[in-house]
């Protein structure tokens, strides 16, 4: 193959030049790329509002922003980071990218309507953007968006919730879209077990997306009929009950954080065997665990309601679901620590962060029982041990997960090498760096400083102080991480078809790809991790 | 590698997003579940004041029409395009005659000072405030619902005239029948709810 043939030369369909090229292409990986600038831009202009929050709460009072501007902020940044960051971070990057290529298919099911999916995200995003420039100031309900508070908050809310309910339904064509891929693009010769896990996990998140995203998107219209007519479905002097809005919002925004953490754990799954050069331990288990999460997964959404009033017995019913949740989370841990277990162990930037997601995703897990068990969770509920085990789940576990598939898959996406090692700088930084902000947020918690607030009492001073400083070395690890990656675009494009030694298809075919994936029928092995050919290739 | 043309493939799709619409509404179906079972006696209140006659049409009228769309389909398989577009265009004026008399629906209780946030609504008993609030989201978004049919169906009625929709190829027919159908089963379900809540 030559570089011509490759996606980022031609165009698909075939023929179109410039921006047409682009914008209307129905090339998933293109459009995984756009995904990925847009993504980028997300996350970096949260993670700025979040350093921001941090250096505000460094010193006790208003340090650089008082309680208005600091409530917007933890919104936007919820907002952000849920609606546009994790939810489509990897689906939509790294899913459209390789969930055809893992297949076998040239492209996803329905090309067109992916574009559609695109182009719904930019419009949600630009209509977020819109919200905070018109009406009467910033959202500042927190990204929860609760009643009775979202109805009355004089904050520009239906216009952020109208954003909310578009990019939910681009993220539920997107699910739509893999589950017909998987059934009706997948190779012929590509059984079940024959899957790749990345793509198995997708598949798990997809019907996740696809169940629960309907949910959220009647939620958000109420909360706008409600500002507009006030029916009083959820207010209490009006004949409603606001509990019922927590339970649909939470019927989505629980299941939510598993379309979050499913995927990181389909590329930590891709990840680990490819560097120990060694089979995936528990194939079958860990494909039935994703499936298991993301059923169970539906059903634990009211563990978020325990101090709102409601019933023991349903109290009961939800932690004891809530526990069964940490099942299949913890036969997947086990599955890649005992693939590591006798492999031959390469060292790499992948490699080192998706070790870092073991560990941080580890903590988050075993901080989320305390959170399921209803009696600890009454003591930590509304503090700073949850916005923590949150951080620890969602940026411990899928930002570096992201990291880890951005360092892992670069190569294959634009065909060049990164320097190691600013990657690893990086990585140890933010790793580091977590670490040392958001352990003593854990402590602040137990000790009970709540959540947003822009202000403290004097005995949480220190520990707020301290965390400031790992909030910077984190953000620091995590921009020097993407400037190398960026810088790397100007190398040029050598990356070799197989730079890891990876086994799924997409490491078969050239890097960059070329348009349609495959020149010739993709070579369908039996067990998608079997590193037989690796290995003797590598003894020669 | 496998070919993207495949009928089988968009109807799942299209399942798929059917399924998705379900739950839309199956969300507003558990709100008023709850709220029946906290005033009972105030929704068969309610429900006496709506009009029964007239849901009863509308409820023949979309039967009706799903009967028609269902046969618009047969046809176009058996290669009558008359056939197909006339049972289309009967199907799209019974989408019509059902909007037209949700509009005179709506427009009488608004008349009687029944509506989101009226006075006899804010000051009377919560519980009929929930049931009409409830009345007018889940009928509201019905109608919605049945004006992006009519859409879809006049889509499909041009698509049949120009020749774009033929006996061998007739998915977004299908689809735009299939949704329908949904339309009419989701109204299966809010007509007893409302109309005959004793």
């Known amino acids: 193959m030559t570089a011509a043939q490759s996606y980022l030369e031609q165009s698909s369909p075939p023929g179109r030049t410039g921006w047409k090229a682009w914008l209307l292409t129905h090339d998933h990986k293109r459009l995984g790329l756009m995904y990925l600038w847009a993504i ?62 893992q297949l076998g298919a040239d492209d996803v099911f329905f090309p067109r309507l992916n574009l559609l999916s695109w182009y719904l995200f930019m419009f949600g995003g630009g209509f977020a953007v819109f919200s905070l420039f018109s009406g009467d100031g910033f959202p500042d309900t927190g990204w929860t968006f609760y009643v009775p508070f979202s109805i009355s908050s004089a904050g520009n809310v239906s216009l952020t919730v109208t954003a909310a309910f578009i990019l939910g339904m681009s993220s539920m064509l997107t699910g739509l879209n893999f589950v017909t ?222 990291f880890a598939a951005l360092h892992y898959w670069w190569p294959k996406m634009f065909g060049v090498m990164y320097r190691n090692r600013p990657a690893y700088v990086g990585a140890v930084a933010a790793a580091v760096g977590f670490v040392f902000h958001f352990v003593p947020m854990l402590i602040l918690g137990m000790q009970g400083m709540p959540r947003r607030y822009y202000d403290y009492l004097p005995q949480y001073e220190t520990g707020n102080f ?75 | ?40 006696e105030l929704f068969a209140k309610g429900g006496k004041e709506l009009n029964r006659i007239i849901g009863s049409l509308n409820t023949v009228v979309l039967l009706v029409s799903s009967f028609t769309v269902a046969s618009s389909i047969t046809a176009i398989q058996r290669g009558k395009k008359g056939q197909a577009m006339g049972f289309l265009a009967f199907s799209i004026f019974c989408g019509l005659v059902f909007v037209v008399n949700k509009y005179f629906e709506w427009g009488a209780k608004i008349h009687h000072d029944i509506y989101p946030n009226s006075a006899t609504l804010q000051d009377g008993e919560p519980g009929l405030n929930i049931f009409f609030g409830l009345y007018y989201v889940i009928t509201g978004l019905h109608g919605l619902h049945v004006i992006i049919g009519m859409v879809l169906l006049t889509v499909s009625l041009i698509l049949v005239l120009r020749g774009r929709i033929t006996a061998s190829r007739y998915a977004l027919l299908e689809n735009s029948g299939l949704y329908w159908h949904l339309v009419d089963l989701i109204w299966i379900f809010v007509f007893p709810l409302f109309y005959l809540v004793l």
């Not at chain 1, 009072?61 to 994790?86: C, D, K, Q």
């Open chain 1, 40 to 101: 980028l831009f997300w996350f970096v202009l949260a993670v700025i509002l979040g350093l921001l929050m941090r250096t505000e709460l460094m010193g006790m009072g208003r340090t650089i922003m008082g309680p208005e501007a600091y409530n917007s902020m933890f919104t936007l940044h919820g907002v952000i980071m849920i609606f546009l960051f994790g939810i489509p971070a990897i689906p939509s990057i790294f899913g459209n990218f390789f969930l055809p290529i």
């Open chain 1, 181 to 402: 891929t998987f059934h009706r693009m997948r190779d012929k010769a590509m059984g079940p077990m024959q899957i790749p896990l990345f793509t198995w996990s997708l598949y798990a998140t997809a019907w996740v997306q696809i169940l629960a995203t309907p949910v959220i998107a009647i939620t958000f219209v109420l909360v706008v009929l409600e500002r507009f007519l006030s029916i009083g479905l959820f207010e209490p002097d009006k004949g409603g009950d606001p509990l019922l809005y927590q339970h649909l919002f939470w019927m989505y925004s629980h299941p939510a954080v598993y379309i979050i953490i499913l995927p990181a754990m389909g590329v930590i799954s891709e990840i680990i065997p490819a560097f120990s050069r060694k089979s995936i331990f528990g194939y079958k288990a860990i494909v039935y665990s994703s499936l298991a999460i993301a059923i169970a997964g539906s059903l634990v959404w009211a563990h978020h309601m325990y101090s709102s009033g409601m019933s023991d017995v349903s109290v009961f019913v939800f932690s004891l679901l809530t526990f069964l949740v940490a099942v299949p989370s913890a036969v997947k841990v086990f599955s890649w620590v005992s693939t590591m277990y006798k492999g031959s162990i390469a060292m790499s930037p992948p490699f080192f962060l998706s070790l870092c997601f073991i560990y941080l995703f580890t903590v988050g897990g075993l901080t989320g029982l305390v959170l399921g068990a209803a009696g600890t969770d009454i003591h930590v509920h509304d503090t700073h041990f949850v916005v923590a085990h949150f951080h620890f789940v969602m940026l411990g576990g899928t930002g570096f997960a992201f």
């Open chain 2, 1 to 40: 590698m496998t070919t993207r043309i495949d009928a089988t493939g968009t109807r799942i799709g299209m399942w798929i997003f059917l399924y998705s619409e379900i739950i839309l509404f199956g969300g507003l179906f558990v709100l008023y579940a709850v709220y029946f079972y906290e005033y009972p």
């Open chain 1, 466 to 540: 301290l965390a400031g400083f790992g909030a910077y070395l984190l953000v620091f690890g995590l921009l020097l991480m993407l400037l190398n990656l960026v810088f790397s675009l100007r190398n040029p494009r050598t990356a070799p078809a197989n730079p890891w030694g990876g086994t799924t298809l997409e490491w078969s075919i050239p890097s960059p790809p070329p348009v349609e994936n495959f020149t010739d029928s993709p070579n369908i092995k039996d067990f998608p991790y079997d590193f037989s050919e690796i290995v003797s290739n590598s003894n020669k």
